[in-house]
Nanobody, 117 residues
Framework: QVHLVESGGGLVQPGGSLRLSCVAS????????MGWYRQAPGKQRELVAT???????NYADSVKGRFTISRDNAENTVYLQMNSLKSEDTAVYYC???????????WGQGTQVTVSS
């Protein structure tokens, strides 16, 4: 079992920045992918960015150039630096960890990000 705890969400004005953090604990296999997804009201959950332990990253087109994902493998922590935030970035942001070789994945409870003036 893996437990994920997100933090860093909040209210920010358009053009502002936020940094999300997610710490994983429990039975963490060495090879994994950690990432962020988001779900806005009335919309499906969508990928924001992912980062594998081998260093590969993937971003949604809508956040490229504005968001940066990074991770600390030793601490099983993933970060999402969000700059130049827009109102359309408003959503609940969820952390996810995937273990591809084991066919397992786990989700955090989510943290609210609201971009509004």
């Amino acid at each position: 079992q893996v437990h994920l705890v997100e933090s860093g969400g909040g209210l920010v004005q358009p053009g502002g920045s936020l940094r999300l953090s997610c710490v994983a604990s429990g039975s963490i296999f060495a090879y994994n992918t950690m990432g962020w997804y988001r779900q806005a009201p009335g919309k499906q959950r969508e990928l924001v960015a992912t980062h594998s332990t081998l260093g590969s990253t993937n971003y949604a087109d809508s956040v490229k150039g504005r968001f940066t994902i990074s991770r600390d493998n030793a601490e099983n922590t993933v970060y999402l630096q969000m700059n130049s935030l827009k109102s359309e970035d408003t959503a609940v942001y969820y952390c996810r960890i995937q273990f591809p070789t084991h066919g397992l994945d786990f989700w955090g409870q989510g943290t609210q990000v609201t971009v509004s003036s």
